[in-house]
């Protein structure tokens, strides 16, 4: 019982560590696309326009809404969690999806 309980926690630990380095990674994108939307007056319509390569593999996912407007999103590091979302319009981190919200 007790390896089970251990185990559980090491898994915690490893899912809560690896989500915290994906969220630092997305803040530092944030900060580039708002500071290009300050020179720019305008959102990049993708990562490459602030020198950041997108991949199919992520950990770290960007997607326009409109003109104004942007959502940043990590995957959760297992199927237990869901992804974390970052909302320009609240600039705030939300789990999950909001419903009928992207375009």
């Keep these: ?57 992520g950990p770290v996912y960007y997607k326009k809404i409109d003109s104004s407007n942007y959502i940043i999103w990590i995957q959760a590091e297992s199927s237990i969690g869901e992804s974390k979302i970052y909302y320009s319009d609240t600039q705030k981190w939300e789990d999950g999806f909001r419903k009928n919200r992207e375009k």
């Design 1 to 57: 019982m007790k390896t089970y309980k251990f185990l559980i926690a090491l898994f915690s630990i490893t899912i809560l560590s690896c989500t915290s380095k994906n969220i630092k990674e997305a803040n530092q994108i944030i900060n580039k696309i708002e500071n290009y939307r300050k020179i720019k007056h305008k959102i990049p319509n993708n990562l490459d326009a602030i020198g950041v390569q997108e991949t199919e593999e």
